[in-house]
């Protein structure tokens, strides 16, 4: 595995490559990897000849009272794991290698409405930093394709939204959430939490889960159902930012038109912000009529 902190060293191994006629697939991550991180790299392999997985843990995406400064740097361990996965390229840039010129002069790349809502309400300006960085590691790795977590299922729509809208040639594969026995999605913040929260915090998938449930059921007063749900989430002692039920493609309410449903959480247990979400397809011949009449 060779490793570049410099982008025009970087650039200039996936041009010999590219020359060489490989294709190549893009892994972006903060580091700290754990098996959710893993799953994309071996997912990349199956879709290209060369993987490039970059470490950034980039500032433009953290707001000001966030965890930039603990969030964990692990690269030493990460390196391991990506060289066992069979990585042949890690790009781990430090900030002024991204932004040469500070983050305020930096040019932005912003995709309205997506980024407004659940997450990106509750923080702003967020998704705001992780298009504006994807897009910058785009342009220095040219991919073929991307591969990016279901887990962070509104970054994943939002990318997917960029991509299109900005005709960039890069094909964005969604890969499916790792979980802990438990349920836990795995994350790199699950590292902050006590023993304690650590035994609650399987609360937000199970109860998701029994969301998915109960609209597959035919359950269909969605304002009760995440009422219901955050609820229990406070019961149990998390702080419910949201628990919504939408649509999978547009992220908005649940209309006649929906295809896939997406039930989304966002929850604080102590300082951990955890978020998750389950999905569940609509058959257009079942009763769906009635369920959207809700
Ligand atoms: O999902 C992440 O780890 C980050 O948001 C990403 C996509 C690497 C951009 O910094």
Known sequence: MRTYTNNSALQSAIRGYRDSGQTIAFVPTMGNLHEGHLDLVRKAHELADIVVVSIFVNPLQFGANEDLDGYPRTLAADKEK???????????????????????????????????????????????????????????????????????FQQLSIIRKMVNDLCMP?????????????????????????????????????????????????????????????????????????????????????????EEIAILAAARLGKTRLIDNVRLSLNPVSDWGMLAGH
Not at 228 to 244: K, N, S, T, V
Request: glycine share 6%; proline share 5%.
């Open 82 to 152: 990506l060289f066992s996965e069979g990585t042949q390229v890690l790009y781990a840039p430090d900030v002024s290698q991204i932004y040469p010129e500070g983050m305020a002069a930096q040019t932005q790349v912003r995709v309205p409405d997506l980024a407004d809502t659940l997450c990106g309400s509750s923080r702003p300006g967020h998704f705001d930093g992780v298009t504006t960085v994807v897009t910058k590691l785009f342009n220095i790795v040219q991919p073929d394709v991307a591969v990016f977590g279901e887990k962070d």
């Open 170 to 258: 890069v094909r964005i594969i969604g890969a499916p959430t790792a979980r802990a026995d438990d349920g836990l999605a795995l994350s790199s913040r699950n590292g902050y939490l006590n023993n304690d929260q650590r035994r609650i915090a399987p609360l937000i998938h199970e109860t998701l889960a029994n969301c998915r449930e109960a609209i597959a059921c035919g359950f269909d007063n969605f304002l009760q159902l995440e009422s219901h749900a955050r609820m229990r989430l406070l019961q149990a002692g998390f702080e419910p930012d949201y628990f919504a039920i939408r649509d999978a493609r547009t992220l908005r309410d649940v209309t006649e038109e929906t």
